[in-house]
């Protein structure tokens, strides 16, 4: 049969080669009809690919939702978001699919570098295929697949981010493809370590489902950990409770975060070994499990999500990350900072998760849903306060009182930063 | 506890009620006056908590006694001899404190006592003081519109206060 490629596309024997090793081991249409097939190159990454139709029967039998970004690495982390089997709208593909609708422009990778008998490697609309797959005893027709050939790390990122632009896919399922492909494993390696991901448990795809991690959490923490500890070296013991502090909130998304960036070719696999950064994250995780415990047992606050994992609100991570690396210098504090706030008869959650969401301070707007509830700065501030102010005692409770008194500060330092004094 | 926007809210739901009632308003304007006075005192000392609750040593101690409202006391005997201390309660006006704010964090903007904010504000804590302190041979003065401009009067000095020393205008 003969193929060809296209005009804009450069021409390559190799991958012409790759091309022809396919279209004679994978059933597709145009080798039935003996149609020409035409090699495209992409013009800004520059893969090649070819566009072909394959029954639903074989398709299902070569296809892997299972792709990974990094085909060296012999650890099974799939790239994916998770398959919602249960959504409406996967429901609906099935159901059509069932009525024998062609679907179209599914893009995969032809690839033998692993498991070898399904080369076929899902980027972009896994729904689809598994609905495909699912239906073929009611329909095995001719679908429509985009098939790369030969890609390298970078472009197998970029196709399966562009191939899940167009659809409702989280920034946790962004996050996690960009941190595999641009700064490897440590990040997750890190957590596995410190304890907030089990042994190859990955990233979870679609955060605010998962109670555990997100990368964005994960970035956020490091990146706190390591500023405040920059900032903490130069400051005097004297002068640690002067200042606003402002913890960082990593991007997420389609974007790198520059912060994390920057730290992370700084540092690279050096995290592995910073202790002092493993404990924190250790201190941390310390908290965050005793206040799940305490709302999932206390009877006096309800069972909620947005209690159970307090410490894992964006706020909250970072105003706790940056006092642990603005600490490192002054040990004292450190140990009182490491300290899970004590619990009392009506306080029976570390974090204090009812007394926060209902705090207001008179400078808030009256639309303000509570002090550790959202990710502002104005918020991110706030908390660092209360855990700065909380490493100055051995031990207490983060009472309204205390809430009060830490959020004053911040209001006050602020009032007094804008010069007018 | 309620805060400022609380009492604003309260004192307002009462001039509504008084403007409903034919007959005997003050019922409803004398709280709406006292509230109006207690939203600015809410303000102003929860402001002055802010400032309070810096470390020690970014004061001097007389400008700590008026944020924390306690008298300066000199120590003449026992190991803190010859040094000065904060001690007992010792309340501070209300024109005090405010001038005391604007004088230390608001030096773009002063409110002097001809201004006709200030002159309003005199007007709602005389009116306040007659309702506090009655006599048999005082005359309350007090209908919708008197109590409307003792409301309007207290949203206008938090909002001036708030605008000179936290640098930004307050959400009434």
């Known amino acids: 049969m003969k193929i060809t490629f296209d005009e804009t596309a450069k021409e390559d024997d190799r991958i012409k080669h790759i091309v022809t090793e396919f279209l004679d081991q994978v059933e597709t249409l145009e080798r039935k009809m003996s149609t020409p097939v035409m090699i495209f190159q992409d013009g800004k990454n520059l893969a090649y690919y070819i566009k072909c139709s394959i029954k639903a029967q074989d398709a299902s039998g070569i296809v892997d939702l299972d792709a990974k970004l990094d085909i060296e690495s012999t650890e099974g982390y799939r790239a994916n978001r998770e398959l919602l089997l249960n959504h409406k709208t996967y429901k609906t593909m099935k159901s059509d699919a069932e009525a024998g609708r062609e679907f179209n422009d599914i893009i995969v990778e032809y690839n033998l570098k692993y498991n070898k008998v399904r080369p076929l490697k899902v980027w972009g609309g896994q729904h689809r295929i598994r609905a495909i797959s699912d239906a073929v005893k009611f329909s095995n027709r001719y679908h429509g697949f985009r098939i790369y050939f030969d890609l390298n790390k970078k472009q197998r990122t970029e196709v399966a981010l562009i191939s899940n632009t167009n659809i409702n896919v989280s920034n946790d399922t962004f996050d996690r493809i960009l941190e595999e492909t641009l700064f490897g494993d440590y990040l997750r390696k890190w957590c596995q370590e410190a304890g907030f991901l089990k042994k190859d448990e990955d990233f979870p795809s679609v955060g605010s489902k998962a109670e555990r991690i997100t990368v964005k959490l994960a970035r956020s923490f490091m990146v706190n950990f390591y500023i405040g500890k920059e900032k903490g070296a130069q400051l005097k013991s004297d002068e640690i409770d002067k200042n606003i502090y402002e913890p960082y909130l990593t991007e997420t998304g389609v974007v790198i975060d520059k912060a994390y960036s920057s730290l992370m070719e700084t540092m690279g696999s050096k995290i592995l070994g910073d202790h002092s950064l493993l404990d924190a994250g250790k201190y941390f995780l310390a908290l965050h499990n005793a206040q799940y415990k305490a709302v999932k047992e206390a009877k006096t606050i309800p069972n909620k999500k947005s209690y159970r994992n307090k410490a894992f609100v964006e706020s909250i991570l970072c105003g706790w990350a940056y006092i642990a690396g603005l600490l490192q210098a002054h040990k004292t504090r450190l140990e009182k900072h490491y300290k899970i706030p004590k619990t009392i008869g009506v306080i029976p959650d570390p974090l204090n998760a009812v007394e926060m969401s209902k705090f207001k301070h008179d400078n808030d707007p009256p639309t303000y849903r509570g002090l550790g509830t959202r990710s502002s700065l104005k918020d991110r501030q706030r908390v660092a306060q209360v855990f700065l102010a909380k490493s100055l005692q051995d031990s207490c409770s983060l009472d309204k009182k205390f809430l009060l008194k830490a959020v004053s500060t911040v209001e006050g330092l602020l009032a007094l930063k804008k010069g007018y004094a | ?172």
């Open chain 2, 1 to 172: 506890m309620y805060n400022f926007r609380d009492y604003l809210g309260f004192a307002e739901r009462y001039v509504i009620c008084a403007e409903e009632e034919n007959v005997d308003t003050n019922f409803f304007l004398i709280p709406s006056v006292l509230l109006s006075w207690v939203a600015i005192e809410s303000f102003i000392n929860n402001m002055l908590d802010d400032f309070a609750s810096l470390p020690e040593d970014m004061f001097e101690l007389h400008e700590r006694a008026l944020l924390l409202e306690q008298r300066v006391r000199f120590v003449d005997e026992g190991a803190e001899k010859g040094t000065f201390v904060l001690e007992k309660k010792e309340y501070r006006r209300l024109e005090e404190k405010i001038f005391f704010l604007l004088a230390k964090f608001g030096k773009t903007a002063q409110l002097s006592k001809g201004d006709k904010l200030w002159q309003n504000f005199e007007k709602l804590k005389d009116l306040r003081n007659d309702i506090m302190h009655p006599r048999k041979y005082m005359d309350l003065k007090l209908d919708v519109v008197i109590a409307k401009h003792g409301l309007t009067t207290s949203k206008e000095i938090i909002s001036f206060v708030s605008t000179h020393v936290s640098g930004k205008p307050i959400e009434l």
